[in-house]
């Protein structure tokens, strides 16, 4: 067999290993999927209506929302590779003659998989709540291109922070920053309303250009500089991730 299939073997192997774990741990479950609609709820039920952003409320949160839906599943990541590398089932599956490479990369594609179940979930919840998108087939795909790049991008991130991390808990702490970010950007209000110094923070950290590519593409009417910007910080993100998890990964491991 071909180091190339070798190595897709492993990934579909620790993909599955993964997934059990994700399925066997309602915390993550809930954190993942049921908290951001929770939030949802909160902000469109509770909160909508204290809100002037010119639109349906709903309409206005979902792309930030799903934003959310990325950011709350992180901190499952980060405490499981992390569980990983200091309980020695590293070192078991190098006595396995597992590929390096399958172990993080399985780590990465279930994050995936688990922010896509997220984002289904807050669309789907977004049109019972009377969500009405102007958005074309292809601003669709567009959705979806961005939201997996984004996904893509955390995942490394997250993986990179879990494996420096010293502790379990420490790799969960680690990803709190990542949180926050949606709540200090325009997911739930323009900046542009915002006080000094908040509002400026606001507009150029990562998330408010991905966020206002999303909510551009999803009312049809999307912005090439946004575009320009969110793909910049995704690809940033996933290079920045990708690189610092493989140096840390074979200094630990």
Known sequence: MSSVATAWADSTIMLRRNLKHTLRNPTTVFNAVL????IMLMFVKVFGGAFS???????YATPGLLVMAVSYGLGATAAAVND???KGIINRFKTMDVSRGAVLTGQVVVTTVRCLVACAAIIGVAFALGFDPGASALDWLGV????????VGAAW???ALGLSAKSAESAGLATVPLVMLPFLSSAFVPADT????VRQFAEYQPFTPIIETLRGLLAGNPSSGDAIAAVAWCVGFTVVGYVWAVSTFKKRA
Request: glycine share 14%; aromatic share 10%; charged share 15%.
């Open 35 to 38: 908290f951001p609609i929770v």
């Open 53 to 59: 952003v010119g639109e349906d409320y709903i309409d």
């Open 84 to 86: 990983d590398m200091t």
């Open 144 to 151: 979806l291109g961005l939201f997996l790049l984004l996904s």
């Open 157 to 159: 991130l997250t993986v």
């Open 194 to 197: 915002m006080g000094a110094g």
